[in-house]
């Protein structure tokens, strides 16, 4: 889906007919509903209650994890619409929920333009809940994968929503980590070359760093059913993600630890085990 669809309303979507309904599968957990779920949310089966529940049975931390990184990806929003960013594109958007990122940045300027994008059938099948901007235009939604960063650069909807000659702040929150090996390093570095001096790319990811071998090793049982494998990364490794791009201070951090006024919770940020960081395209 890219462009208003014949089975579609005035927003573009299809609507969540039998065909769409058809590609949610509900016999294996999805990281869009585990994660709307450990948010509180309503939009999840019992196949993604059942693996919240066992990941968070093994590492408690994991709801508390989500809220932090979620708040992680509003405070960064903000951080730039504050500073003169008005062109977001936001991929692996998730359900929609408290603190969408045109709901954020139109706050700050309501002409402020969102493009979604995200490959599962469940966001898709919600995402009209996303394009609720007073100003007409102005947030679009695409189905569409972060593997191939091409499809989505080259969208006639994205390009009529924004005109990357101009600065455009790239979210990748909590979405990487979905992504195995070496794929990661060639989107990050096709969506850099896309973007104008003066862009941001904002990334958010999970870690092993500070995890012990069993605890480790218990990772890749615990998601060996679900929808897409989990890739937890290192410090280094996503160092190494944002070369050349200028890292806004306080650098890559704990997500809790990246511009938060907030008293910690009762996790600390090993605990969480999320690294957030915003850098700069030069
Ligand atoms: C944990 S949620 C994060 C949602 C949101 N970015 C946030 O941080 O609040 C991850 C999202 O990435 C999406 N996703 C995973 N792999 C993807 C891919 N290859 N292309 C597009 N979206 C993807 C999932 O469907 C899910 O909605």
Same mark, same amino acid.
């Given at each position: ?7 579609? #309303?005035?927003?573009? =979507?299809?609507?969540?007919? @039998?065909? %769409?309904? *058809?590609?949610?599968?509900? $016999? +294996? !957990? ?89 490959? #599962?059938?469940?966001? =898709?099948?919600?995402?009209? @809940?996303? %394009?609720? *901007?007073?100003?007409?235009? $102005? +947030? !679009? ?98 160092? @190494?993600? %944002? ?40």
């Amino acid at each position: 889906m890219s462009a208003a669809t014949p089975s579609g #309303d005035a927003s573009g =979507l299809p609507m969540p007919d @039998a065909d %769409l309904l *058809a590609r949610i599968d509900t $016999t +294996v !957990a999805h990281p869009a509903r585990r994660y709307n779920y450990w948010l509180g949310g309503k939009d999840n089966f019992a196949v993604d209650r059942a693996s919240g529940d066992l990941i968070a049975g093994r590492f408690p931390a994991a709801p508390a994890a989500a809220r932090a990184n979620r708040a992680f990806a509003g405070r960064a929003v903000q951080y730039l619409a504050r500073r003169g960013i008005r062109q977001f594109l936001d991929i692996g958007t998730g359900l929609p929920g408290p603190g969408n990122t045109h709901e954020i940045a139109q706050r700050i300027d309501p002409l402020s333009r969102v493009v979604y994008v995200d490959n #599962d059938p469940i966001v =898709l099948a919600h995402a009209r @809940a996303l %394009l609720t *901007a007073a100003a007409p235009d $102005t +947030v !679009a939604y695409l189905d569409r994968d972060l593997r191939d960063p091409d499809s989505i650069l080259h969208d006639q909807v994205l390009t009529a929503t924004l005109d990357l000659t101009r600065p455009v702040a790239v979210l990748l929150v909590a979405v990487l980590h979905f992504i195995d090996h070496p794929d990661p390093h060639h989107i990050v570095a096709r969506l850099r070359q896309a973007l104008a001096p003066g862009s941001y790319v904002v990334i958010s990811h999970g870690t092993a760093d500070f995890l012990d071998i069993q605890a480790k090793a218990a990772l890749p049982g615990l998601t060996a059913r679900d929808a897409a494998g989990f890739y937890p990364r290192s410090r280094d490794d996503l160092l @190494a993600l %944002l070369d050349g791009l200028g890292l806004v201070e306080p650098g890559l951090v704990s997500v809790i630890d990246w511009h938060n006024p907030v008293e910690p919770g009762p996790f600390t940020a090993e605990q969480i085990g999320v690294y957030g960081a915003v850098a700069r395209v030069p």
